[in-house]
């Protein structure tokens, strides 16, 4: 019978599970970012996202969106996203120390995570990054300044506990703890020897609040409120930038000079993979993906010199800082680390040949496997974050387009070739732009050229008519854009620009900017079903325009009677000038 | 195999005597309640703090009749009828933000719209020959709202540029009570001050200007 019992406790902390982590890192996402292909990313990451605000995936999720349209240049298809993540991560409490929350309550009292701190201060730099990419400096100053928020110092916890003789000796205990010892562990032991020494004592963390020490927060704030005028503020966020990162006083002061009328932000990278470690795999730490070295990034425009900006935030190091740790997965920890040793003493004390405190010793053995199932932490994390930012500071020619090179030197991957980088389109304040640079290096990552026409650069390579029937335009439908394809030649049948978007329409492909600028997934160069122009200083733009595409599988009969007709005389139509357009 | 099966399954084990079944029974019952409360802790902890500054856009209350008395004394329309020409072509552009907070697109649009599109508002400009005109990421994005924007030329390329900008500039004051907050909503309060200006569009000078204060109010949850 005690045998029948322990086989029984064996597939309860089996059915337990359920309370684990159902899932860590998507593998599947982070080849795909590493290999830049983010369109399909940002399609998989949609397709299993949460519904519901109870699943703590439901932030998380939409920061991953928010993260890879930005990437893939689509930002108008995240816009609610941003919006409700912002509302979200704004909910703050007010607390007398203003640290971060880890939870807001939602509506119905449901509990909706917002992520570990780091994750929440990404956030709002993306947040920012999107409206500084529409010309709203304003709004990215103030997400850059909320993304600000005050840490947590526990050095001085640790401190004491060792002088004080701490009671605890798990492993990497506090005792004997000094601020070289506390600063020479790794994440998980320093995480562990506060969580012991908070267990041992009894009581909560105690910590200091210390002012928040992420770079890339600082500098946006700085750029941004320069850009609205507002002085005073762009110079304590650049004072503050000083002391927190000296390395950074030569970009310090080339943001306060003004010189500049294009801020370049780059990610390259994948950011740490979040691990549950320590005793029953309690404590939650981040274990790097992409080394964290000091190479700059070089920045080539138009042929010229190659310009040299330092790593502004390392996403390894913040997530690996005590100070950054998120107190709800300690407190989890400590509970569970605490109950694990309470059930150990309670089997030693049963242990005997009596057979009534054998099967109590049977029900405490089972208490302890539970403790071991359900106390793996939770690894559900932001998987589409880089290891690392850069910031670089360009003047490019106002109002026309230039080829900007990136590299980071002795990387892998890390490179990328723009050939049609837009300057401002006036002069006056600066303009902001976005690149993820992958972690391969794709054949289109560098080639450099641009084999279809789209709304950014306007007609350049032939043949001129739209890629469903057979050509290399996938620009907007619009009067313009038929009126071009009549003087190349082509479809001069078709008058009406009505008749035209029918024609996608009629193959199901939402046109966006026309009939939607919500959601949308893939172009339909990669398969998709968006016809959509990517920002043109993307990584999006240069994958989709950069190499040649397989041939459009028409659904429609008129689609494809279009394209055998167009593939039957394949030169334009010169005989007779073009219809009057409708 | 559940947790009320195991339990069973001990009882029918612990055929005995009444004293033993009851020592037994108290020990596993302990040891179950332990295994609950673990249990509970699957669902992850926390402490409520009970304060925080959420903001929703329907806090935001833009009084307009004061704008629109304002305007119609200005000297830009005071000579301006219903006949006057040429027309007053009016482009009404989404505010700029200058505040501590993040204003979204949705917002800014609808913070100028919510002037522009009053009705009292829109038959002092239709009374002086002033037409409004949106930009059209604007208009979409008011339409999606169902927000009904007075025709126009349905083309951009048609729409004849524009003579004057009505644009909006927001600033913000910040107050937080902290500890002293007796109830979410006195714990933090963002005064938006927004200044309406009309200039002309070819000098850029601003021939009319009126400041209004906007209240949001904060409430909502957290907990760490």
Redesign the interface.
Known sequence: ?IL??ML?MA??AG??NG?QSPMGRDAGVTELVRAGEYGQARDRVAANSPRSTDD?SYMLSRMRLVTLALADGAGQSV?GD??LL??NL???????DR???????GEGGS?I?KGDPFEQAMAYHY?GLF?GM?G?W??TR??S??SLFLLRDFSKTLQATGKQGGSTTRRGGARGMNESRIAALGQPESQEALIAAAAGSGSDFDYTTTASDFELGYVMRAIAAFQ?Q?REDAQEALATLRQVAPRLSGLADQIASGSYNTVLVVDYGSGPEKIATGPSNAIAAHRPLTPSTDQPLSVNVGGGGWGSFPVVTDVNRIAQSLKWAN??EM??AK??IG?AL??GG?VVA?SSDDD??Q??GV??I??GL??KA?SQA?TRQNDALPQRVYVALLNLPVGQTSRVELAVPGSTGGRMVLSYFPGPERSGRAQLRYVRLPGSTPQWATGGKVLYNSDATGKVVEPNYPYILGGRDVRTPS?EVLRSYHESGYLREITSVNDLIDLYKDEGIRLVGIDT?QRFGRHILEGGNALYTPDAASAGFVRLYSIDRTPYQARGEKTRALQERLRAAPGPTTSAAPAPLK | MTLGSIHFDARTHLRGTGRDRRSTQSHFAIALGVACVLLGGCATGGRVQGQSSRFRAADMLVSTDEITDSLAASSLLAGRSATTQPPMRLYVLPAENLSSERLSRVDGSVMMSMVALDPRMMDLLQSKNVEIYYPDDTEKLLKRFYVDVPGGPASMDARPGPTHFLTGEVRSITRQAGQQAQAASDARSDLFSVTFRLTDAESNVALWAHDVRVRRVAHGVVAD
């Open positions: 019978m029948c019992g029984g597939s309860m059915l337990l309370c703590r816009e941003v919006d912002y509302d704004r909910t703050q409490g007010v607390n007398a640290t971060l929350s880890t939870f807001l309550i509990r995570y947040v409206d529409r709203d304003g709004s103030a997400a300044t909320n609205i507002e107190l709800e407190r989890l509970g569970f109950d309470m059930i309670t049963v009534e405190a099967l109590a029900a405490a089972l208490a539970i403790v359900t939770d009067w600028d």
